[in-house]
């Protein structure tokens, strides 16, 4: 990823019980601190020793905590954007406090910029007035347009940029996934609504209607739907998880893929937003989405 001019790098210290930011760690060693960006999500338990703790508290006196915490792991003397994750938000302590211990952190030098993840328009402004947030983090794909309703112009109001996960929701947008594919039991996709055998076919047959659309712009499906992403402007940003070096190599490529307007009109028909079967989550968003 380095050698190929990436220089985000998104992490989160419930992301193994820390063991990803070991890993982050030992990559960059040899590498000029400046020339990474890292931005960390935190879900308001302490991970020592590879254990989280049962419990999530995400007050102001404890968020100084799992920032020390994660700065030993990784071995830097700062954060690039510290963000409170999903599950540590909680409705009974104000996003406010929340955004002002992290901002403490700011002035001391710990952190660059503050981020939000996963939530509404009305929190996003709240933390907004404690401190400027650099930038949410929320599902973006051809298979979620959700955001575009309200969030995405409430951001473009405010001036932060959009970090788009499940670019190519889950794999499913790879162009690679079989109706046949068996999940382990261990596999978090077993669980997820989109993956269920009544909506597996429902929305691979959206999938399908991108191939020709693929191979006339010489590119696979994957890159489309990562090209997607990207048209939508130089404040989204979309995350790429990849497992082997040729799934990064291929995500790579819609970086030099250019769609023009009815290209994207096109990619749009193929895949009505109403017609995709099934959620990210197996828990509905409206059940822990926090206002």
């Not at 030993?72 to 510290?82: A, K």
């Not at 002002?100 to 952190?105: E, K, N």
């Not at 788009?164 to 690679?176: C, F, H, K, N, Q």
């Amino acid at each position: 990823a380095l050698e190929e001019g990436i220089t985000l790098f998104d992490t989160g210290d419930f992301y193994g019980d820390g063991h990803n930011e070991l890993l982050l760690r030992e990559a960059f060693q040899g590498i000029q601190r400046e020339n990474v960006f890292i931005s960390v999500k935190f879900d308001g338990k302490l991970h020592s020793q590879g254990k989280s703790h049962p419990k999530s508290d995400n007050h102001p006196n404890t968020v100084k905590n799992f920032l020390e915490d994660t700065l030993l792991r990784l071995g830097v003397e700062y954060i690039d954007l510290y963000q409170p994750g999903t599950a540590c938000i909680d409705p009974s302590v104000p996003i406010e406090e929340t955004v002002g211990a992290i901002a403490d952190m700011v002035k001391k030098g710990y952190v660059r910029y503050i981020g939000l993840s996963e939530v509404g328009v009305d929190t996003i402004r709240r933390a907004h007035t404690v401190h400027p947030i650099s930038w949410l983090q929320m599902e973006y794909s051809l298979f979620n347009r959700s955001i575009e309703l309200n969030i995405l112009p409430t951001l473009r109001e405010l001036g932060i940029s959009l970090s788009a996960y499940g670019v190519l929701s889950r794999g499913l947008l790879s162009g690679t996934w079989s109706k046949d594919r068996v999940l382990g039991l261990n596999d978090k996709r077993s669980n997820g609504p989109r993956f269920t055998n009544e909506n597996i076919e429902k929305n691979l047959a959206l999938v399908e209607a991108l191939r020709g659309i693929a191979e006339e712009k010489q590119a696979t499906i994957a890159q489309i739907a990562v090209a997607w992403v990207l048209s939508k402007g130089e404040d989204v940003i979309p995350l790429i998880g990849a497992r082997k070096q040729s799934q990064l190599h291929v995500s790579l490529g819609a970086v030099d893929l250019n769609l023009n307007s009815d290209d994207l009109l096109r990619i749009e028909g193929a895949v009505p937003s109403e017609l995709v079967a099934g959620e990210y989550y197996p828990v509905p968003r409206k059940k822990w989405f926090f206002n």
